[in-house]
């Protein structure tokens, strides 16, 4: 470890090289909607020498296993770290593979997520979160939830300059 100086600061800083954790790969699943799940990965550089990039998207059975064949083969560029699946029934339990192509043909896969559960479609993903309604005019209010709906509301396909709004106070009659 060695310090520098920096305005009349002192800095420690590591000289130790990557974190350990840079050589492995990393295959992450995140719901999006009962429809979509956003998937991430990272490759060790050692992995980089690859062509392709097949995920495979499987269903996962009630008891946990996984059926096969794959509902769905995704081919991605070596050089994405992300993309979006749409999968084929909503509501159902998924696992993602990551299988590399090297330049020499071979194929490995690398990394397998234990799953996710997409909600059904009639499932709320959320609570209702209060809307701040923000409309024309030089309303002096403040509070979100003495906000209220204007009838002068312009229509949403009407390109509007927002920066001038402000919020609008509900009347309390």
């Known amino acids: 470890m060695h310090t520098k100086r920096s305005a009349g600061t002192t800095i420690a800083a590591r000289t130790t ?18 429809f979509q799940m956003f998937v991430y990965w990272e490759l060790p550089p050692s992995e980089a020498s690859c062509t392709r990039i097949t995920l495979s998207l499987f269903e996962k059975t009630p008891d946990g296993g996984i059926d096969t064949p794959p509902v769905i083969e995704q081919q991605v560029s070596p050089q994405a770290k992300h ?3 749409t999968v084929p029934t909503p509501g159902l339990s998924y696992c993602v593979t990551l299988t590399v192509t ?21 499932q709320k993903l959320h609570s209702p979160i209060p809307a701040v309604i923000i409309s ?12 209220s709906i204007p009838s002068d509301t312009p229509n949403p396909s009407t390109p509007t300059n927002y920066s001038s709004w402000t919020l609008q106070e509900r009347s309390s009659s």
Do not use: M, W
């Open 17 to 34: 090289g990557i974190p350990a954790g840079y050589e492995k790969t990393v295959l992450r699943i995140l719901p999006c909607n009962p």
């Open 83 to 85: 993309c979006y699946l």
């Open 102 to 122: 090297f330049t020499d043909g071979n194929t490995a896969t690398l990394q397998s997520t234990t799953g996710v559960h997409l909600p059904s479609p009639a």
């Open 136 to 147: 024309p005019g030089s309303g002096a209010g403040t509070d979100p939830a003495a906000a």
